[in-house]
């Protein structure tokens, strides 16, 4: 497991997540929003009149239920509104991170 930091325009937050997702962050992250959450029948409720509604928290959930349900992400700590590229704590720096 490694860590990485994710957002949806809001908080900030640091999760640990299978290996595989860590090192293909932005892969797992489009194939949830662009292909998942528009495709498929369990994703039925993230789709809005006005389009999708989600965040970083539902991707977490999406990688627990459907992806890696063996290998449980979870929050390490919400650190709050910051910019990825100003203002991650020293020991994030190096995380694989995106911003949905």
Same mark, same amino acid.
């Given at each position: 497991?490694?860590?990485?930091?994710?957002?949806?325009?809001?908080?900030?937050?640091?999760?640990?997540?299978?290996?595989?997702?860590?090192?293909?962050? $932005? $892969?797992?992250?489009?194939?949830?929003?662009?292909? #998942?959450?528009?495709?498929?029948? $369990?994703?039925?409720?993230?789709?809005?009149?006005?389009?999708?509604?989600?965040?970083?928290?539902?991707?977490?959930?999406?990688?627990?239920?459907?992806?890696?349900?063996?290998?449980?992400?979870?929050?390490?700590?919400?650190?709050? #509104?910051?910019?990825?590229? $100003?203002?991650?704590?020293?020991?994030?720096?190096?995380?694989?991170?995106?911003?949905?």
């Amino acid at each position: 497991m490694k860590n990485i930091v994710i957002s949806a325009d809001g908080d900030s937050k640091v999760y640990s997540v299978p290996n595989v997702v860590a090192e293909n962050l $932005e $892969e797992y992250c489009q194939e949830f929003c662009c292909d #998942w959450l528009v495709h498929s029948p $369990e994703a039925k409720k993230y789709r809005k009149k006005r389009g999708l509604c989600y965040n970083e928290e539902d991707f977490i959930e999406y990688l627990n239920q459907y992806r890696f349900p063996n290998q449980t992400s979870v929050l390490i700590e919400n650190l709050g #509104w910051i910019n990825f590229d $100003e203002s991650l704590p020293e020991k994030y720096k190096d995380c694989p991170s995106f911003n949905f």
